[in-house]
C-alpha cells in the first residue's frame, strides 16, 4: 500500500494492515493446533479463542471501515515465523507432548498480539479516534484473557506430564 511510511496516520495503517495479517495467521494457526491438541480441555480451549479471533478479524475489518482505508493486510512475518516455529517443533515431538508444545506456541502467539493491540490503542488515542480504541481494546481484553487461559493450562499440563497412549502401557 506505501512505498515509504511517512507519517504517524501511514504507520498506524500500516500496522492496522499487519494485525489484520496475524489475526488471519493466527486463525490458522488455531485451527491446525486444535486438530493436534490431545487433550480434550486444550481443543475447547483452542475452539473459544478461534471464535474470538474470527470476531477481532471482523473488528479490525470494522476499523478499516471506520477510517475510510481499503483494507490492506500487510505481511505479519512475527506470527508467520511462530506458526512455522510450532509446526517444526510439532514434527520433531512425540504425540504424547504435543499440547505442551501447542500450549508454548499459542502462549507465544498471545504476547506478541497483546503488544500489536497495546500498540494500536496508543496510535489510536493520538489520532483521537476512540471510536477505534474501543474496538482495539476489546480484542485486546480478549487476547489478555487468552494468554491467561493459556498460562494456567501451560502449567497444569507441565504439572500433568505427557498423554499416555495405551501404546504407552506395559503388561
Same mark, same amino acid.
Given at each position: 500500500?506505501?512505498?515509504?511510511?511517512?507519517?504517524?496516520?501511514?504507520?498506524?495503517?500500516?500496522?492496522?494492515?499487519?494485525?489484520?495479517?496475524?489475526?488471519?495467521?493466527?486463525?490458522?494457526?488455531?485451527?491446525?493446533?486444535?486438530?493436534?491438541? $490431545? &487433550?480434550? /480441555?486444550?481443543?475447547?480451549?483452542? /475452539?473459544?479463542?478461534?471464535?474470538?479471533? &474470527? $470476531?477481532?478479524?471482523?473488528?479490525?475489518? &470494522?476499523?478499516?471501515?471506520?477510517?475510510?482505508?481499503?483494507?490492506?493486510?500487510?505481511?505479519?512475518?512475527?506470527?508467520?515465523?511462530?506458526?512455522?516455529?510450532?509446526?517444526?517443533?510439532?514434527?520433531?515431538?512425540?504425540? @504424547?507432548?504435543?499440547? @505442551?508444545?501447542?500450549?508454548?506456541?499459542?502462549?507465544?502467539?498471545?504476547?506478541?498480539?497483546?503488544?500489536?493491540?497495546?500498540?494500536?490503542?496508543?496510535a489510536?488515542?493520538a489520532?483521537?479516534?476512540?471510536?477505534?480504541?474501543?474496538?482495539f /481494546? $476489546?480484542?485486546?481484553?480478549?487476547?489478555?484473557?487468552?494468554?491467561?487461559?493459556?498460562?494456567?493450562?501451560?502449567?497444569?499440563?507441565?504439572?500433568?506430564?505427557?498423554?499416555?497412549?495405551?501404546?504407552?502401557?506395559?503388561?
Open positions: 500500500m506505501f512505498e515509504k511510511l511517512t507519517t504517524a496516520h501511514e504507520l498506524f495503517i500500516f500496522k492496522l494492515g499487519s494485525a489484520l495479517s496475524m489475526e488471519q495467521d493466527s486463525l490458522q494457526m488455531l485451527e491446525d493446533l486444535t486438530s493436534r491438541a $490431545q &487433550r480434550v /480441555e486444550l481443543k475447547e480451549l483452542l /475452539e473459544e479463542h478461534t471464535a474470538e479471533t &474470527r $470476531q477481532q478479524l471482523a473488528n479490525l475489518q &470494522r476499523a478499516f471501515e471506520l477510517l475510510g482505508e481499503d483494507i490492506d493486510d500487510s505481511p505479519s512475518p512475527t506470527t508467520a515465523g511462530l506458526a512455522k516455529e510450532g509446526k517444526t517443533t510439532l514434527r520433531k515431538t512425540i504425540p @504424547q507432548l504435543a499440547d @505442551q508444545v501447542i500450549l508454548a506456541g499459542a502462549l507465544e502467539t498471545e504476547h506478541y498480539e497483546i503488544a500489536v493491540y497495546e500498540t494500536l490503542v496508543a489510536a488515542l489520532e483521537g479516534r476512540t471510536e477505534l480504541v474501543s474496538i /481494546e $476489546q480484542n485486546l481484553g480478549q487476547e489478555k484473557a487468552a494468554a491467561e487461559k493459556l498460562r494456567a493450562a501451560s502449567r497444569e499440563v507441565a504439572a500433568q506430564g505427557p498423554v499416555h497412549s495405551p501404546e504407552d502401557e506395559t503388561i
